[in-house]
């Protein structure tokens, strides 16, 4: 019984900081109508190939504008308050804008940007760090429902 312990806390079925959220940041501006957007203004919501959708104040975004945006993920670490895992700047023109009623409610568009000028490696960076996270936590979620 000793022997399953000491096994188990070498090769734990998760780590706790696994568990711990990835909190990302994006801010940038709207280069067409100059208006920025500070950390916590937008709000990532989807992520796909070579874009993201966001959520954005309501009427800050149309169609065709063009976006400078700085996207980093960080998750927290034993060690600091937040560990920096990877970033990216990107330059994105919207393909797409849908105002649902409860969007405008909350004051909020979703807007689809496309990537047109960015680093495709600190993307695929990106992406691998949030899929990563996101394989752990299915593989949780389906653990624990057994």
């Known amino acids: 019984m000793a022997a ?5 806390e070498k090769n734990p079925f998760f780590k706790i900081d696994d568990l711990r959220s990835i909190q990302l940041s994006i801010q940038g501006k709207n280069s067409t109508s100059r208006m ?7 709000r990532l919501t ?34 600091s308050a937040e560990k920096l895992e990877s970033k990216i700047h990107v330059l994105g023109v919207i393909a797409e804008v849908d105002t649902d009623a409860a969007g405008a409610k909350k004051g909020v568009q979703h807007v689809k940007v496309r990537f ?15 899929s990563e996270k996101q394989f752990n936590l299915n593989l949780l ?6």
């Open 4 to 8: 399953d312990r000491n096994e188990a």
């Open 36 to 42: 920025p957007f500070d950390e916590g203004v937008l």
């Open 46 to 79: 989807e992520v796909f190939e070579d874009g993201i959708w966001i959520e954005a104040p309501i009427r800050s975004c149309s169609i065709g504008h063009s976006l400078v945006l700085d996207i980093q993920a960080r998750k927290a670490s034993k060690k």
């Open 116 to 130: 047109k000028e960015f680093s495709i490696k600190d993307w695929k960076a990106l992406l691998k760090f949030l």
């Open 141 to 146: 979620m389906k653990r624990t429902r057994k």
